[in-house]
């Protein structure tokens, strides 16, 4: 099936939105960089995890979102909280051992496999190759470190692909709440910093004695969780689970942009090559299957193969679901 115009705008919107969530976080790293100097990677990702849940909780209180939950709704932001703590600690500790290259080349092998299988065309597996050939050039992996430090990768990257599989399920999760994406953020994001406290509070502590440290700390909780993080369950909503997947591929040509921005690092021949290959793949992609929770196949949603009392419940849910995104569009 052609794609619609609105699913191109849609796509457009996400695709938008996984650039700004991208360009906050690599604004992060700024700041953890100079928590490195005094607190070891599991303080810093909890204190990370931490202030993010204090922002996030003066504006949308966890507890209130908890009570209004469903089941549902309830079992994914545990979950999704529970992938959070273990997919920031793994990622601290293999970059304290690991290049960034090297850890950002094995998360993103996790991605790969999820746009994959969703590429259900000859047009989208020919995207799919040009994006992994642009963000090879881009990253230059090198499978180089200790053995702890790859074992830990490999978890982040697994973690990752949990983060968009059950994030992405999170998202869709019909909502009457025009700030569902925020409220579920808040909870998820207070859930993590529980989570992740045995194991970070302890390596955090020398920084409630240095206001700076506690500034730095917050501003990689609000770059690199608060912002990414709703942009992400933003686009989430809009997007396919295998577009968005793919459109993840924006980050390393986002931190590109941003070290000729910031940095005044200007790339050479071969990321030029792997830039123009991932915006090429990016713009051929084209969304196919629909933006639903989890995004089963075609079938299950015939009301022919369903009960009539699931194809009601069926009915209400997609109703909530325009809903919701017509309570995320922008007004005229």
């Known amino acids: 099936m052609a794609t619609t115009t609105p699913a191109r705008h849609a796509t457009a919107i996400g695709g938008g939105l996984v650039v700004i969530g991208a360009t906050f976080h690599y604004l992060g790293p700024s700041f953890a960089v100079l928590l490195f100097a005094h607190l070891d990677a599991m303080g810093v990702a909890w204190l990370r995890m931490a202030t993010a849940a204090l922002v996030l909780a003066l504006v949308r209180p966890p507890w209130t979102v908890w009570r209004a939950a469903g089941r549902n709704e309830r079992l994914l932001v545990v979950a999704l909280g529970g992938v959070l703590a273990v997919m920031n600690a793994t990622f601290y500790l293999a970059l304290d051992r690991l290049p960034l290259a090297t850890v950002a080349g094995i998360e993103f092998l996790g991605i790969i496999a999820l746009a994959a299988y969703g590429a259900r065309t000859r047009r989208n597996a020919f995207a799919l190759a040009l994006t992994v050939a642009g963000v090879a050039l881009l990253i230059q992996v090198r499978l180089t470190g200790t053995p702890i430090?790859?074992?830990?990768?490999?978890?982040?990257?697994?973690?990752?692909?949990?983060?968009?599989?059950?994030?992405?399920?999170?998202?869709?999760?019909?909502?009457?709440?025009?700030?569902?994406?925020?409220?579920?953020?808040?909870?998820?994001?207070?859930?993590?910093?529980?989570?992740?406290?045995?194991?970070?509070?302890?390596?955090?502590?020398?920084?409630?004695?240095?206001?700076?440290?506690?500034?730095?700390?917050?501003?990689?909780?609000?770059?690199?969780?608060?912002?990414?993080?709703?942009?992400?369950?933003?686009?989430?909503?809009?997007?396919?689970?295998?577009?968005?997947?793919?459109?993840?591929?924006?980050?390393?040509?986002?931190?590109?942009?941003?070290?000729?921005?910031?940095?005044?690092?200007?790339?050479?021949?071969?990321?030029?090559?792997?830039?123009?290959?991932?915006?090429?793949?990016?713009?051929?992609?084209?969304?196919?299957?629909?933006?639903?929770?989890?995004?089963?196949?075609?079938?299950?949603?015939?009301?022919?193969?369903?009960?009539?009392?699931?194809?009601?419940?069926?009915?209400?849910?997609?109703?909530?679901?325009?809903?919701?995104?017509a309570g995320l569009a922008p007004r005229p």
């Open 149 to 325: 430090g790859l074992l830990l990768a490999a978890v982040n990257c697994v973690g990752f692909m949990l983060y968009v599989l059950v994030g992405h399920r999170l998202a869709n999760v019909p909502s009457e709440r025009r700030s569902a994406a925020l409220d579920r953020l808040s909870l998820v994001v207070a859930i993590g910093a529980v989570a992740a406290t045995p194991f970070g509070i302890g390596a955090a502590l020398p920084a409630l004695h240095h206001p700076t440290w506690l500034l730095w700390g917050l501003g990689v909780g609000i770059c690199s969780t608060v912002i990414p993080y709703l942009t992400d369950q933003l686009a989430m909503v809009r997007l396919p689970r295998a577009t968005y997947s793919l459109l993840l591929a924006l980050l390393p040509v986002t931190a590109t942009a941003c070290g000729i921005a910031l940095l005044h690092q200007l790339p050479g021949r071969q990321d030029l090559v792997g830039l123009a290959l991932v915006v090429a793949g990016v713009a051929a992609h084209r969304p196919q299957e629909p933006t639903t929770q989890g995004d089963p196949p075609d079938g299950l949603h015939n009301p022919r193969h369903q009960r009539p009392g699931r194809v009601a419940a069926g009915a209400r849910d997609d109703e909530l679901r325009r809903q919701q995104l």
